[in-house]
């Protein structure tokens, strides 16, 4: 399989532009019929298969296997230990880039955190794989675990992708000094792991001209860089195929250790090895999100303006690598405070290094802020809403730039209207349902930054009539193969049905990294300006041409659509793309897009989506159980390409803040620093139960500056607002204030 292309028909379209309908996915039916190829699929001839040994601590170092034993085991082929493994051409702990991170890959016998890969088995069958990981039987030799938030603190260099961890404008101290009320509080978030449904996985295979790997990646370029430095290859003779992902929400961005070890197996044995991650195996080499310390001081005015916002996060990063999650970042773009300060100090623990997880900094940023501004409106004697809007920002705090667009204020408006804020009483605890539960309701605001990365596209019109896009573009469940494909038929100015996308193998151009909600806006942009190249081209081709209708009216005066070019001041005179072609003696023609942030429109604007988002919890008053039982969001992300699609990644986030709200944290004992809950029947997530009912409203916004088609990304804005929201309903539901979450029923049945 070099890529897999798709070509549907779509049968509910109107006339006219495919961006914009409410169009199912194109990938539908493969996935519901088990058609759609995910990594661990494939089986090449030959194959074998890959099992990790792991650390059973979290800190020392490895005293002993028992390799003789696991390659005495029938069906064993192999087994790759430190002393026993190929070379590698670069240090994987080597770092050059905010994207590169360290790997373990059996370098040496010292353990780092638990599941630390320390050995892999390769074996004929699975069973026989993962017999002879056991029988390895390793022993340890241990060092006291560091774990927690409360060791030695340092300012880190920058946190997030470089971010400045300490940020300030005016001056918080005196804003502090001159405030009416304070509001100070801490809030802690716990560890939090990506648990993609679908498992890291790795199917490698050496061949004649180079390494053929199915994986699944957020970044296949990246991948291939890496893994070029790592093996000492041309990153070309790599190729990729990842069309489907089961998941990703950024623990698939950069290739990790585990993937690479599959490469090495393979390349070890000589034969094609497949190495898939257990789901207790995720908690570990693959990242996660930090754990974080938030204290916020917020200072207001008689009338309930904030004279000063101060936000300080504390978290945690590994002991040999450096991601720190920015969570006092979000406070730089929401309130309009006349102080602003934002600072991160972090710890080191023992525990792999955390990663880019859904709304990084941003999702657990928010709970702690929104909780902190619910907090400061009680004490001012206000409806939540109505201090929001008091303290609306005009332009970005922080920064003083204006806003591209920024359409919160109706956001607001249409979201309570649905929900019926207005019937809220300001006093906690004086809502109860008919069975006697406590009823709170409360709201968030919801942001996210609007970014774009590097992507290229190559489109084709062939003289049938018909049209091909080929970009590099990562589909991980948020609908790529339909939206982007609708991008690229109107750029092509042909019906949907009219166009075959190929998509997801790094031999076609690169479509940049799925992440920081930028995919549909980086990807999008290089194949509408590959769409606007090759109508060009085809134009050039036809203006030029005497025998052409066309003829004299020059490439600006001709407009294509519905597979024919226009001319603009008579489109009456017209003439089909397969006629220019056939004219031309081509059976073809192409042309190439790309797509990269504008530093100008960068430095002069602050770019963001928004939100809002209102919860209704109810409390059962003598055992503290918490039900949500209504969330709704009303959200502006500037154009939408397919209503139905956004719909589901608002609905998505919004369940995410259910989970970050009352259900998910890992647990770590601080004895041994191992995880105690790291399988999915111990680490809590929604299940269908817990969402009874979620409502997305989708508010127009027209964002001219943002980028050429006016996209905004959808895919994580939704967890910003909806867990602050839950979290301000169980408080207005109990007169309980939870600042540590989730929030269990154990911080309610005393006050319940």
């Known amino acids: 399989m070099s890529e897999i292309t798709l070509r549907t028909s779509t049968p509910h379209r109107r006339h006219g532009s495919n961006i914009g309908q409410p169009l199912t996915r194109r990938d539908g039916i493969l996935k519901v019929t088990g058609a759609a190829p995910y990594a661990a699929d494939h089986h090449p001839a030959g194959m074998l298969y890959a099992v990790m040994a792991v650390a059973g601590i979290a800190r020392g170092r490895v005293a002993s296997l028992d390799v003789a034993a696991a390659k005495a085991h029938p069906g064993v082929v192999d087994v790759m230990t430190p002393d026993h493994k190929p070379d590698l051409a670069m240090d994987p702990d080597e770092k050059s880039n905010p994207f590169m991170f360290r790997l373990d890959l059996l370098q040496n016998d010292k353990v780092r955190y638990p599941r630390q890969p320390i050995a892999v088995v390769i074996a004929e069958t699975l069973e026989v794989a993962t017999e002879g990981a056991a029988l390895l039987a390793p022993t340890f030799e241990i060092e006291t675990a560091r774990v927690g938030l409360d060791g030695e603190r340092f300012v ?20 502090l000094k001159d405030a009416a009320k304070v509001t100070e509080a801490v809030y802690e978030t716990p560890s939090q792991y990506h648990n993609a449904m679908e498992p890291h996985a790795i199917v490698a295979e050496w061949t004649d001209s180079g390494l053929v790997i199915d994986t699944p990646s957020q970044g296949m370029a990246m991948a291939q860089a890496r893994i070029a430095g790592l093996f000492g290859i041309a990153p070309e003779t790599i190729h990729i195929r990842s069309p489907f992902l089961g998941g990703g929400f950024g623990s698939k961005g950069m290739i990790s250790g585990p993937q690479v070890l599959g490469i090495m197996a ?50 945690a990063s590994s002991t040999f690598d450096d991601f720190f999650e920015p969570a006092s970042d979000v406070s730089h773009t929401l309130y309009a405070a006349k102080a602003l300060a934002t600072s991160h100090e972090a710890v080191r623990v023992d525990a792999g290094t955390p990663l880019f997880m859904r709304a990084p900094g941003e999702a657990t940023g928010s709970i702690a802020l929104e909780s902190a501004v619910d907090e400061a409106a009680f004490a001012c004697g206000m409806d939540p809403l109505e201090f929001r809007l008091k303290n609306y920002a005009e332009v970005e705090p922080i920064s003083g730039k204006p806003f591209s667009s920024k359409a919160l204020r109706e956001c607001y408006a249409q979201g309570a209207e649905r929900f019926g804020w207005s019937k809220r009483p300001l006093a906690p605890r004086s809502m109860r349902d008919e069975a006697g539960f ?32 080929e970009i590099g573009a990562h589909d991980m469940g948020q609908g790529a193969w339909t939206a982007l494909a609708q991008i690229a038929a109107d750029g092509l100015g042909l019906d949907l049905d009219k166009v075959d996308f190929a998509s997801g193998t790094s031999d076609l151009p690169d479509g940049g990294i799925a992440g920081g909600s930028a995919h549909t806006a980086t990807a999008g942009i290089a194949i509408h300006n590959a769409g606007a190249a090759v109508i060009a081209k085809l134009a050039d081709l036809a203006t030029a041409d005497e025998r052409s209708p066309l003829f004299g009216a020059g490439n600006r005066g001709v407009i294509a659509r519905d597979g024919r070019l226009h001319r603009r001041d008579d489109e009456a005179r017209s003439e089909a793309y397969g006629d220019v072609l056939a004219r031309a003696g081509l059976a073809q023609i192409e042309a190439t897009g790309q797509a990269a942030a504008d530093p100008a429109t960068q430095e002069s604007f602050a770019m963001h989506a928004h939100g809002a988002v209102f919860a209704e919890v109810k409390v059962d008053p003598d055992l503290g159980q918490i039900r949500v039982s209504r969330l709704i969001g009303a959200f ?51 299940v269908n139960a817990d969402v009874p009912h979620v409502e997305a409203i989708l508010v127009e916004e027209h964002d001219p500056h943002v980028n050429a088609l006016g996209i905004k990304g959808v895919g994580e804005i939704a967890i910003t607002g909806s867990a602050g929201a839950i979290a301000n309903a169980v408080w207005h539901a109990t007169g309980t204030r939870c600042r540590r979450f989730p929030i269990g029923l154990e911080q309610l049945i005393r006050t319940a």
């Open 636 to 686: 502006a992300a500037g154009r939408i390409i397919n209503p139905h699609l956004v719909r589901s990644q608002y609905y998505g986030g919004m369940i995410w803040g259910i989970s970050f709200a009352l259900h998910e944290k890992a647990i770590t004992d601080r004895r041994s620093g191992r995880i105690m809950n790291g399988d999915l029947s111990e680490y809590h997530v929604p």
């Open 266 to 315: 393979a390349k070890l044995v000589g034969r094609p090895v497949k190495l898939v991650l257990r789901r207790e195996q995720m908690y570990g080499p693959v990242g996660h999100r930090a754990p974080t310390r938030q204290t916020l001081r917020l200072g207001t005015d008689g009338e309930g303006r904030l004279t000063a916002l101060d936000h300080h996060t504390l978290t």
């Open 156 to 175: 880190p260099r920058g946190v997030g992708v470089g971010n400045p961890a300490q940020v300030s404008r005016g001056d918080v101290d005196q804003g």
């Open 438 to 469: 406590l009823v709170g309701w409360g709201v968030g605001t919801a942001t996210f930054p609007a970014l774009m990365f590097q992507a290229q596209a190559r489109a084709i019109l062939k003289a049938d009539g018909s049209g091909r896009m």
